[in-house]
T-cell receptor, first 114, second 112 residues
Framework: QQQVKQSPQSLIVQKGGISIINCAYE??????FPWYQQFPGKGPALLIA?????SEKKEGRFTISFNKSAKQFSLHIMDSQPGDSATYFC?????????????FGGGTRLMVKP | DADVTQTPRNRITKTGKRIMLECSQT?????MYWYRQDPGLGLRLIYY???????NKGEISDGYSVSRQAQAKFSLSLESAIPNQTALYFC???????????FGEGSRLTVL
């Protein structure tokens, strides 16, 4: 079973709109929540990450909102641009003897229309 | 040049054939990983290695094996490929103490 559930699987947004991707997790021991961005033909790359001691983190047009009690976190892309069209993966990990092993969500394919 | 290099980038093979995917890195990271990407299933961990003498199974290791030939090289083998191993495979690296993974550009494998 997937420990990190991501929705929606695909998303179409008009240029200038807000893109929202949601993730829910099961394991309360998770303490690191990154988002990865993947362009066609490329490997995923870290976009932004949050730890559960804060409820929000913003980097430019990208914001992570984190709700510890609901075990949910989301990525908001403000003023979405065609160049943001990519697949986005949420992930979660916990620090233990095995190191920070990431568990990924299923991915969301975002298309931003001009 | 890419920091994490995968070869081949594309491979078509037949059921029952042995396949090796290779990964090399110039980042100097100690940890290396092999992931498999399937639509809707995200990235699933096949094997990982924290140093040259350390090999660990991931979530979906059945049908796969790995070799860590050097700190910079980590190869994935399919001893007898089957069609449901058709997927996009990624090698990744990380440095101890950080959560960030650095991915290669992927190897697309098709098993007919």
């Amino acid at each position: 079973q997937q420990q990190v559930k991501q929705s929606p699987q695909s998303l179409i947004v008009q240029k200038g709109g807000i893109s929202i991707i949601n993730c829910a997790y099961e394991n309360t021991a998770f303490d690191y929540f990154p988002w990865y961005q993947q362009f066609p033909g490329k490997g995923p790359a870290l976009l932004i990450a949050i730890r559960p001691d804060v409820s929000e983190k913003k980097e430019g047009r990208f914001t992570i909102s984190f709700n510890k009690s609901a075990k949910q976190f989301s990525l908001h892309i403000m003023d979405s641009q065609p160049g943001d069209s990519a697949t986005y993966f949420c992930a979660a990990s916990m620090h233990n003897n095995a190191g920070n092993m990431l568990t990924f969500g299923g991915g969301t394919r975002l298309m931003v229309k001009p | 040049d890419a920091d994490v290099t995968q070869t081949p980038r594309n491979r078509i093979t037949k059921t029952g054939k042995r396949i090796m995917l290779e990964c090399s890195q110039t980042k100097g990271h100690d940890r290396m990983y092999w992931y498999r990407q399937d639509p809707g299933l995200g990235l699933r961990l096949i094997y990982y290695s924290f140093d040259v003498k350390d090999i660990n199974k991931g979530e979906i290791s059945d049908g796969y094996s790995v070799s860590r030939q050097a700190q910079a090289k980590f190869s994935l083998s399919l001893e007898s490929a089957i069609p449901n191993q058709t997927a996009l495979y990624f090698c990744a690296t990380s440095f101890y103490g950080t959560g960030e993974l650095f991915f290669g550009e992927g190897s697309r494998l098709t098993v007919l």
